[in-house]
DNA sequence: TATTGTTATACTCTATAACTATA
DNA sequence: TATAGTTATAGAGTATAACAATA
């Protein structure tokens, strides 16, 4: 239960607000043969992650790995996983949609989305259901039992909305919303050529 | 070159500023039996994310997903991902350090870390130095050529922030990354008891 | 011919156990 | 006994091709 992605930072005290040092940068490298470390050159103390810690995507990727952390420890008691527990909110909210347009709408892929429906399903929380006017399709709906644990889910969820928004002070969560979407929509890499060509 | 998570939403418009609407929710479900679509209660057009929009999580996901796709795309002619930059980047700023402590401070497991090192070595991008003082042990350094990539790495990785910064307005860059690492340190889930527990 | 759900499959990332060689 | 690097392996998550049933 841990997942990393670019690069994770566990233990360091990570240096936020300390200055980083960019000082000693060795223009060239030691002689790629053998090395005493025992010296002081490197082997010093905390390794420097330097420009990383102002890198956005990096920061990005370690908060989003946080807050996961935090929902899935939040969410063992309900058994239910971040990917789960939004397929249950759109079901529960686009009720007797088609199978594939919820998996679209989430960016799960079609083979993928099978096995989490099996899954919900199994569990009894959710059911597909043929559909009369076109039968290759299954409407899918959440049954009492998942209404009841989306309920329940959806509260633990503002807990951790109230912790991270307590977290980021005054209206701090709503303007992190906000700045992520702009980093969502428009794309990025569309229609952005770089400065200079 | 497509990583999902959460759920991911490629082509729905994104209702980011459109209105929640959360009028038209269905307290009962139909009758998990069979569902005719075709009148108008659920087949409709688009489907709702409804509150998703709104949690730090998934858009945070999201979020970090855009920038990772863009960053795999520039860094594309570099032949370098993310996870590899950060390494290359450490490496640079910590030469000659062990490669238990390169991979410890970026959170990669040592298992996990002796193919990418070897990948960084098979290119001739870092070098692995026997350590005369501990001689189980391996120096981590880059090579000329290592260094020369990261320069041209850390010239596209300016670019992108520089796409970001500008995006976000001014300041805002810098305010991001100042409240995701408030979401990263200390840590979400310890010390912090939920709000009546 | 196109679409829906499905199966099979592969590739990446991450995690753990256990080995080896040193200390 | 403990540590550094390694091997082997297992599990997620995600991607594509292809099939059967239906349109």
Redesign the interface.
């Given at each position: 239960m841990d997942?990393?992605?670019?690069?994770?930072?566990?233990?360091?005290p990570?240096p936020?607000n300390a200055t980083p040092r960019?000082g000693r940068?060795?223009a060239r490298?030691?002689q790629?043969?053998?090395?005493?470390?025992?010296g002081e050159?490197?082997?010093a103390g905390?390794?420097?992650?330097?420009?990383?810690?102002?890198?956005?995507?990096?920061?990005?990727?370690?908060?989003?790995l946080?807050?996961?952390?935090?929902?899935i420890?939040r969410f063992a008691a309900l058994d239910l996983k971040?990917?789960q527990y939004?397929?249950l909110?759109?079901i529960g909210?686009?009720?007797?949609?088609?199978q594939s347009?919820?998996a679209?709408?989430?960016?799960?892929?079609r083979p993928n989305f099978v096995a989490m429906l099996d899954e919900l399903e199994r569990r009894g929380l959710a059911?597909r259901?043929?559909?009369?006017?076109?039968r290759r399709?299954h409407?899918i709906?959440?049954?009492?039992d998942g209404?009841a644990l989306l309920a329940r889910a959806?509260a633990v969820?503002a807990?951790?909305?109230?912790?991270?928004a307590e977290?980021?002070g005054p209206g701090?969560?709503e303007?992190?919303?906000e700045?992520?979407?702009?980093?969502?929509?428009p794309?990025?890499?569309a229609g952005?050529p770089?400065?200079e060509g």
């Open positions: 997942e990393r992605g670019v690069a994770e930072d566990r233990s360091a990570s936020a960019r940068r060795p490298a030691p790629p043969d053998e090395i005493d470390e025992g050159g490197a082997g905390e390794i420097d992650l330097a420009e990383l810690t102002g890198v956005v995507g990096y920061v990005l990727r370690r908060a989003q946080a807050i996961f952390e935090d929902f420890a971040p990917a939004s397929v909110l759109v909210r686009n009720p007797g949609r088609k347009e919820i679209a709408s989430l960016g799960i892929q059911e259901v043929r559909s009369v006017t076109d399709s409407a709906v959440l049954t009492d209404r959806a969820q807990e951790q909305e109230a912790i991270i977290r980021l701090g969560r303007a992190l919303v700045q992520l979407r702009r980093l969502v929509t794309p990025l890499s952005n770089p400065p």
